[in-house]
C-alpha cells in the first residue's frame, strides 16, 4: 500500500518555542493532507485539511495562527506548532489520500515541557 | 457532540473466540464507515470498510456489518488471535471515503487473552 511518512516520531520542545511537523506522502501525490489530534485515551479529532497550493481550512475550535500549516507541493504537508504551550503535548498524525483510501502517517508525540 | 461512539473502552476475549466491536453514530450524512486498528505511538492503519449500500462486508477474519436504520456498524473478528490486540477505531465519512476527513469515535482497547 501506499505510504505516508511523518517526522520526527518524538520531540519534546520548550514552552514558548515552536515545533515543525512534516507529513510526505512517498510514492504517490496527495492533493490533499489532513491533520487529526489525540489526546490520551480520546478520539482522533481532525484539526485541519490541508490544500495544495491553498489555505488550509481548519475545524472549528483549532486556532489557526498556533497551527500553521503549510502545503507546499503535492507530496509534503507540514504542521508548525507556535508558541507550544504544555496543553498544546499530544499525538498529531497525518493522513494522505490516494482515490478513496486515507493513510496516516506514523505519529508525532510532541511533549511540551 | 460526539458523531460517532464507542460505547465501550475496552474489551477482553479469550484467543480462537469471536470478538465484536460495536459502534453508532448520529449524522445521517455518514454514509462511508471504516475501521483501524492502532497500536501505542502509531498512526491508524486500516482494516476494513464499508458503503451505506451495503450491510456487510468480510476480509479474511475481519467483518464488518452495517445497520443503517440504527445507525449502527460492528466489526466482528473471528477467530481473535493475540496480535489483535490494540485500539480499534470507528471513523465516518461522506461519500468521497478516505478523500473527505474521518471522524473518528474514541476506540475501543481490545485485549486477547491466551
Known amino acids: 500500500g501506499a505510504v505516508v511518512s511523518q517526522h520526527p516520531s518524538r520531540v519534546i520542545c520548550k514552552s514558548g518555542t515552536s515545533v515543525k511537523i512534516e507529513c510526505r506522502s512517498l510514492d504517490f501525490q496527495a492533493t490533499t493532507m489532513f491533520w487529526y489530534r489525540q489526546f490520551p485515551k480520546q478520539s482522533l479529532m481532525l484539526m485541519a485539511t490541508?490544500?495544495?497550493?491553498?489555505?488550509?481550512?481548519?475545524e472549528q475550535g483549532v486556532e489557526k495562527d498556533k497551527f500553521l500549516i503549510n502545503h507546499a507541493s503535492l507530496t509534503l504537508s507540514t504542521l508548525t506548532v507556535t508558541s507550544a504551550h504544555p496543553e498544546d503535548s499530544s499525538f498529531y498524525i497525518c493522513?494522505?489520500?490516494?482515490?478513496?483510501?486515507?493513510?496516516f502517517g506514523q505519529g508525532t508525540r510532541l511533549t511540551v515541557v | 457532540d460526539q458523531q460517532v461512539k464507542q460505547n465501550s473502552p475496552s474489551l477482553s476475549v479469550q484467543e480462537g473466540r469471536i470478538s465484536i466491536l460495536n459502534c453508532d453514530y448520529t449524522n445521517s450524512m455518514f454514509d462511508y464507515f471504516l475501521w483501524y486498528k492502532k497500536y501505542p505511538a502509531e498512526g491508524p492503519t486500516f482494516l476494513i470498510s464499508?458503503?451505506?449500500?451495503?450491510d456487510k462486508n468480510e476480509d479474511g477474519r475481519f467483518t464488518v456489518f452495517l445497520n443503517k436504520s440504527a445507525k449502527h456498524l460492528s466489526l466482528h473478528i473471528v477467530p481473535s488471535q493475540p496480535g489483535d490486540s490494540a485500539v480499534y477505531f470507528c471513523a465516518a465519512t461522506g461519500s468521497g471515503g478516505g478523500a473527505d476527513g474521518l471522524t473518528f469515535g474514541k476506540g475501543t482497547h481490545l485485549i486477547i487473552q491466551p
Open positions: 493522513s494522505a489520500t490516494m482515490n478513496t483510501e486515507a493513510f
Open positions: 490541508s490544500n495544495e497550493g491553498s489555505k488550509a481550512t481548519y
Open positions: 464499508i458503503s451505506s449500500i451495503k
